[in-house]
């Protein structure tokens, strides 16, 4: 069975109008460390917690799901928010925003059925 690409690969691929990609370090200076702890349940999900890290969280958590195309749901806007509230610690659930379709995502079979509990932390650099 041929793997359906994901968020992370489709907005890797992307060219935006507006803005650039850029590393964790330029898009978050204000933080020191994050954990995101992400519990992937319901139809086609392979139903594993996973664990992320400054040094391996990108945009978007993928879904596990392998019919799904585009899955998964965006983290970075999760910790702009944070970020800008300054937060440290969020729990919330989010649907996969994907869809189980053809392998290159020209069919659309039927809205995937994966969803993400999620907890992040973060600790914030201290300031001088």
Excluded: W
């Amino acid at each position: 069975m041929e793997e359906r690409k994901k968020a992370s690969a489709v907005h890797a691929e992307a060219d935006y109008l507006f803005g650039e990609k850029v590393s964790f370090a330029k898009a978050f200076p204000t933080i020191e460390a994050v954990k995101v702890v992400v519990e992937e349940s319901g139809a086609g999900a392979r139903g594993h917690a996973r664990q992320y890290d400054q040094t391996t969280l990108g945009e978007f958590i993928d879904c596990s799901n392998p019919l799904c195309y585009r899955g998964g749901f965006s983290v970075g806007g999760v910790l702009r928010r944070m970020v800008e509230e300054k937060q440290t610690h969020f729990k919330d659930s989010a649907s996969c925003q994907g869809y189980e379709g053809s392998p290159k995502g020209k069919k659309k079979y039927r809205e995937c059925g994966a969803y993400f509990t999620f907890t992040v932390d973060i600790t914030y650099k201290s300031e001088k």
